[in-house]
């Protein structure tokens, strides 16, 4: 997004009650609105702060301010701050909501909601850039707070700024649809998926990926070797020959490999930088009944990797068919999730998309290999005669949902982590 152009609206330092009287206090009723106030000395570089208490699990409110003169169509960024006090979980209790209404005060369009995008101290930033929908012509600030049996939140330094139109962040992903054969060695394995890319992009120089997912298991497809044959650690050949390949084609790749550590061997996938090195490995956390009689390990952990164009997470194969994996690398903040799979469910595929609203990419064996929007969409899909496929995606594209609004924030807002789920 591009950066913030000209301030409409700017509030902070509230140090006395005269200083939100264009705000107002809302609560759905009285017996559950929670307190309301301002902190003098409360706010974020020392001056004051709005403040919301509740005394029970039942209490909700916000404070609300509208702000006049809307333009429809208009790019527009809002930030706000807060600071908590016994609230455990922030995202499901603290919620910061724009809605647009026209000049009669009618709502028009979905309203959407400002996720968290990073700590300054105690302080936590929310932010949120859309456009005005068709007949907007002024917005209400929402902040609030509820659903704690004795919590606080502190919010501070409130702005809303008009921009220019937004650069998105464009990604040129590649998957491949290959199946070597008769095969000697890990290695000749792992040669043909590089030949092939190097000879594809060496067709169309101009239109280099960004990142490239290769399937699950590259070193053990048509060799007919065991895992503990092929089994090696990483950094090691396999991630030696894929980082000369991303280094000369400036992209970043994802691939399946047996990874041993001693005498435990993962089925792990590793990402490899632009500049040919390990930027990180994900081991394959649920395994198959076959993979397990194989003697392999599972993996306990769901790291995300941070790129020069945002947040990704790894998953192998059996992985997908169950919702907690894709879950938590989104939790996490993956933007995109990289599915090297031998083969599976297709329909699971594209719904850890959508639940997730993540951008996800497989490249398999023996099912699709296909580029997935967050709407489930596939972008793009590589076939046994064509065998690469290229999707470019925006990652700042607002993929909204009639009536319900963008669910890429609003998802993450409205869950419920609080209540076991076992």
């Not at 005394?55 to 790019?75: L, M, V, Y």
Request: hydrophobic share 40%; with cysteine; proline share 6%.
């Amino acid at each position: 997004m591009s950066a913030p152009s000209k301030l409409i609206a700017q509030f902070h330092n509230f140090v006395s009650q005269k200083d939100t009287q264009d705000w107002k206090t809302q609560a759905a009723r009285p017996e559950i609105a929670p307190r309301f106030g301002v902190d003098a000395r409360g706010g974020r570089k020392g001056g004051g702060a709005l403040f919301i208490a509740t005394d029970n699990n039942a209490a909700w409110g916000s404070w609300q301010r509208t702000i006049q003169g809307i333009k429809a169509g208009q790019n527009y960024y809002f930030i706000a701050y807060y600071r908590t006090k016994n609230v455990r979980h922030e995202r499901r209790s603290i919620t910061a909501r724009l809605e647009w209404q026209d000049e009669n005060g009618q709502q028009v369009g979905p309203p959407v909601f400002a996720l968290d995008a990073g700590k300054d101290g105690a302080w936590t930033k929310v932010e949120y850039g859309t456009v005005a929908p068709e007949k907007a012509h002024r917005l209400v600030i929402d902040l609030s707070f509820g659903w704690n049996e004795n919590g606080q939140v502190w919010w501070d330094d409130i702005e809303l700024r008009e921009e220019t139109a937004p650069v998105g962040r464009t990604v040129r992903a590649l998957t491949v649809f290959h199946r070597p054969a008769n095969t000697k060695s890990a290695a000749e394995s792992v040669e043909q998926f590089c030949t092939l890319i190097e000879r594809s992009v060496a067709q169309k120089p101009d239109n280099k990926p960004d990142i490239i997912c290769l399937p699950e298991g590259i070193t053990l497809i048509g060799n007919g070797k065991t895992f503990p044959e092929i089994g090696e650690p990483i950094p090691g050949p396999t991630t030696k020959r894929l980082g000369t390949l991303a280094q000369k084609l400036n992209s970043y790749i994802v691939a399946g490999i047996y990874e041993r550590v001693g005498p435990v061997i993962y089925n792990s996938a590793v990402l490899i930088g632009r500049k040919g090195e390990v930027v990180g490995t994900y081991r394959k956390t649920h395994l198959p009944r076959e993979e397990v009689e194989g003697g392999l390990t599972p993996g306990n952990s769901y790291p995300v990797f941070q790129t020069d164009f945002g947040k990704v997470g790894l998953l192998i194969c059996w992985d997908v068919q169950f919702p907690e994996p894709a879950r938590a690398m989104a939790l996490q903040g993956a933007e995109m999730i990289l599915l090297p799979i031998w083969g599976g469910s297709e329909v699971l595929a594209q719904a850890r998309a959508i639940e997730n609203h993540v951008f996800l990419i497989s490249s398999s064996y023996d099912m699709k290999t296909f580029i997935v929007d967050p709407a489930g969409k596939v972008l793009a899909e590589a076939t046994k005669e064509k065998p690469l496929a290229f999707a470019e995606l925006n990652l700042d594209k607002k993929i909204m949902q009639p009536w319900i609004g963008d669910m890429k924030t609003r998802t993450w807002k409205e869950r419920r982590p609080d209540i076991p789920a076992w």
